[in-house]
């Protein structure tokens, strides 16, 4: 693929993270151990994300995920993996896509749906980690 700055509709910071993300899962998800595990989906695209997270004292002190999505979701997604990780798990049920997409420089109009999968399955672990903890879930705010 030929790169052509003045033909890519998205941020150098987008860019970078579509093209090197962080945090990802390569392998199965059996090879990370995690305590908490979120799944969301866009019927609109077909898009479906996988996070995964490993939380100790309510810290995200590790955190994968793994995506059948576009370039605003890879980006977005690991945008979001940095941010947070080392979170308390209620400030980082909170981050919001808007937050996510102003740090990667904005996304395009017709590309910020594709930027709240990965937001989607964070709350999604962070909730199923709290249900399987007895405790009640955080509603977004």
């Keep these: ?3 052509n700055n003045s033909d890519w509709l998205y941020s150098d910071e987008v860019k ?3 093209f090197h993300p962080r945090n990802v899962l390569f392998e199965d998800e059996s090879t990370f151990p995690h305590n908490a595990r979120g799944m969301a989906g866009n019927v609109i695209c077909g898009d479906q994300m ?4 490993k939380i100790k004292d309510d810290i995200i002190k590790d955190i994968k995920w793994k995506t059948y999505g576009c370039a605003s979701a890879i980006a977005s997604t690991s945008m979001l993996s940095e941010v ?3 979170m308390n798990i209620a400030d980082a049920f909170n981050i919001t896509p808007q937050e996510v997409a102003e740090k990667l ?3 395009p ?4 749906h594709c930027s ?3 937001d989607e399955a964070l709350r999604s672990a962070i909730n199923g980690y709290l249900s399987e903890n007895g405790r009640r879930n955080y509603e977004v705010k």
């Design 1 to 3: 693929m030929a790169e």
């Design 16 to 18: 970078d993270h579509f």
């Design 50 to 53: 996988l996070m995964l997270l």
């Design 84 to 86: 947070a990780k080392g």
């Design 105 to 107: 420089g904005g996304l």
């Design 109 to 112: 109009p017709n590309k910020k």
């Design 116 to 118: 709240v999968l990965g």
